[in-house]
DNA sequence: TTGTAGGCGTTATCAA
DNA sequence: TTGATAACGCCTACAA
């Protein structure tokens, strides 16, 4: 039969008894028009009879352009990130571009899985970076910069420098969270925070704070959890409830914002084991809006972060700065959540 | 300061006055041992100093291999996916290999998305298919092995063909469930089936019947989900209950198996709706296992795939077949689920 | 409108 | 043990 290789440029183009530029041209659709409309046609018809595929990897040596960005997170096991993958890969697709992915949280041998994911990108020649891995320790990612690697930030910001970054807005969501348990009636609300070292973690405590001192109110207390986990969530209540024996407050909080889905339904498992019900004793709001809250018992009241357009955004943002359009430098786009409200919110007791 | 493109194999070769190719030859881990001791130790600090990184393009080009492979499936949002696509970059991590995703369905001008993905996947030269793709429609996919490209298929079969696949054992599965159900006391059980579109669909239908077979009895009723969704679940659901009343049974259905997670949780919904308790009038058992089942209310019990081991070994298998290691051929890989027995499925009444 | 030549950074095959 | 040369398939000048 055929050869195995597949046809190349040169193939068809002797194949015609034209040069194989000519070829090139005519397949280029920003250079299409530079050949003779017959011309094209049969080289059409050939390159399809013959079978031509485009070598995209001796393009990419070629120009210089690999077509293919990487992309860092964390593990694509965690619900939240699934949206984002899915919007970088719709952004990237409409260029043509493509995705090479890193879950850079590895049980084994952490520590270097990050370095060795992003070496390993550079000898692909990714032509940029969407970075959503949170560690606030940021040695690599400093070392990226100064390499001259083009970067977009995803659901956190850069601690020093000024990185473009596409992420949520986390005062608001706090805000949303906080306004609508105080309309409820609540005046006395806790925090379960997430961990310190993560930059949500920490702007989503100080956007409880802010959004409690915005009704002239204060914190009744705030708890950090050790991780975005159920079962650290279930262990940093038990830390509020005995701080709530232990510390007896005339007014004693009666609704809690976590910092996170997971956070909030470890504590509900928490307060069902206290013999606390949720909302009539104690309401709770989380913060995500992963799949099947609507489903748990009773159904999570949280902040909708547009994960999806997060993605999407931050795919475009890079695309743009690498056309070196202007406006995308040093862009930090923020994005607004929504609340979903649901049945874990309801007026205090006797309210 | 120094010139922007990143350093060649030329240029660190020139700055210690020795040809490219022996500096190519220091690079590969395969061929270092021709180098001499310490020429090799003054290429590598040469190489480290310059900031050399190697340019895998070029190397693609020039070798014939790209090191990524394409994967293809529906959607990376559906929560089957992730564990999935986890297991198969951790096997391709450990050779070097990258996965170029695509997501095949689109809401969008639907219709050719699989194909122009394939196509870019070839124009990128990816060595192989990992397709998760389950549609029963198989042109494209035809077309693709005919072409010669290894492909391995994920938790689907391939109709005609005899295509490599990793599936979990959905009669195993339907096993699992009937056989507790049975144990438990059940004797009358009905099926909400998924799509027979799709290949678990009817693998799981099959299966169903043929568990109940294995104890001497026929299936209650079957009725089939139009899709893998909650709604979906509630309207055969009510399909269900409709005929249970419009057929009225000496023996009605007292358990349900259903197809998918999903379906299960519409189920649950439709039932309650209906004032039916779950698992004290009708007990149901989900399949897939999806994160945060433990939560709702009842807890599902569901049959548990391994969804990463899944992908796992299907990249091992596609990585073995590119060595051309027998063995690999046309392997078809079972792995058995397991159940997870949780509170939505209790005896039948006065059993 | 088409052809020619050279180069992108590596690897492979000889030769030295 | 190292060097020289020719691909790999495409793109980009520039020449015709």
């Given at each position: 039969?055929?050869?195995?290789?597949?046809?190349?440029?040169?193939?068809?183009?002797?194949h015609l008894?034209?040069?194989k530029?000519?070829?090139?041209?005519?397949?280029d659709p920003a250079?299409?028009?530079?050949?003779?409309a017959?011309?094209l046609?049969?080289?059409?018809?050939?390159a399809?009879?013959?079978?031509?595929?485009?070598n995209?990897?001796?393009?990419?040596?070629?120009?210089?352009?690999?077509k293919?960005i990487?992309v860092?997170?964390?593990d694509?096991t965690?619900?939240?990130?699934?949206?984002?993958?899915r919007?970088?890969?719709?952004?990237?697709?409409?260029?043509?571009?493509?995705?090479l992915l890193?879950?850079?949280?590895?049980?084994?041998?952490?520590?270097?899985?990050?370095?060795?994911?992003?070496?390993r990108?550079?000898a692909?020649r990714?032509e940029?970076?969407?970075?959503?891995?949170a560690?606030?320790?940021n040695?690599?990612l400093?070392?990226l910069?100064?390499?001259?690697?083009?970067?977009v930030?995803?659901?956190?910001t850069?601690?020093?420098g000024?990185?473009?970054?596409?992420?949520s807005?986390d005062?608001?969501?706090m805000r949303?969270a906080?306004d609508?348990?105080v309309?409820?009636?609540?005046?006395h609300?806790a925090?379960?925070?997430g961990p310190?070292?993560?930059s949500?973690?920490?702007?989503r405590?100080v956007?409880?704070v802010?959004?409690?001192?915005?009704?002239?109110?204060?914190?009744?207390?705030?708890v950090?959890?050790?991780?975005?986990?159920i079962?650290?969530?279930?262990?940093?209540?038990?830390?509020?409830l005995?701080?709530?024996?232990?510390?007896?407050?005339?007014?004693?909080?009666?609704?809690?914002?976590?910092a996170?889905?997971?956070?909030a339904?470890?504590?509900?498992?928490t307060?069902?084991?206290?013999?606390?019900n949720?909302?009539?004793?104690?309401s709770?709001?989380?913060?995500?809006d992963?799949?099947?809250l609507d489903?748990v018992?009773?159904?999570?009241?949280?902040v909708?972060?547009?994960?999806y357009?997060?993605?999407?955004k931050s795919?475009?943002?890079?695309?743009?700065?690498?056309r070196d359009?202007?406006?995308s430098?040093d862009?930090?786009?923020?994005?607004?959540?929504?609340?979903?409200v649901?049945?874990?919110?309801?007026?205090?007791?006797?309210a």
């Amino acid at each position: 039969m055929k050869r195995m290789p597949s046809p190349t440029l040169q193939d068809v183009a002797q194949h015609l008894g034209v040069h194989k530029s000519t070829v090139s041209r005519a397949m280029d659709p920003a250079r299409r028009q530079l050949v003779k409309a017959d011309l094209l046609q049969r080289i059409e018809t050939a390159a399809k009879t013959l079978g031509y595929r485009p070598n995209h990897a001796a393009a990419a040596l070629s120009r210089g352009r690999s077509k293919t960005i990487g992309v860092l997170l964390p593990d694509i096991t965690n619900p939240v990130f699934p949206p984002i993958l899915r919007g970088i890969e719709d952004a990237l697709d409409e260029e043509g571009y493509f995705a090479l992915l890193a879950n850079t949280s590895r049980p084994e041998s952490r520590g270097h899985a990050i370095e060795q994911a992003v070496d390993r990108m550079q000898a692909q020649r990714v032509e940029g970076f969407l970075v959503a891995s949170a560690t606030r320790d940021n040695q690599w990612l400093d070392t990226l910069r100064q390499s001259g690697a083009r970067i977009v930030l995803i659901n956190r910001t850069d601690g020093r420098g000024h990185l473009p970054a596409v992420i949520s807005d986390d005062m608001l969501g706090m805000r949303l969270a906080v306004d609508h348990l105080v309309a409820l009636g609540h005046r006395h609300i806790a925090h379960l925070a997430g961990p310190e070292s993560l930059s949500t973690g920490m702007a989503r405590r100080v956007g409880f704070v802010q959004a409690l001192h915005n009704h002239g109110l204060t914190a009744a207390q705030v708890v950090m959890a050790k991780a975005y986990a159920i079962e650290s969530g279930e262990q940093a209540m038990q830390q509020l409830l005995a701080l709530r024996q232990s510390h007896p407050h005339p007014h004693p909080f009666t609704a809690i914002v976590a910092a996170n889905d997971l956070i909030a339904l470890g504590a509900m498992q928490t307060l069902r084991a206290a013999g606390l019900n949720v909302p009539t004793d104690i309401s709770i709001v989380g913060h995500n809006d992963m799949p099947l809250l609507d489903q748990v018992n009773p159904p999570l009241t949280s902040v909708r972060i547009q994960h999806y357009e997060m993605g999407f955004k931050s795919a475009r943002l890079l695309l743009d700065a690498l056309r070196d359009r202007p406006g995308s430098q040093d862009a930090t786009v923020m994005l607004p959540p929504q609340l979903r409200v649901r049945g874990s919110t309801a007026a205090p007791r006797g309210a």
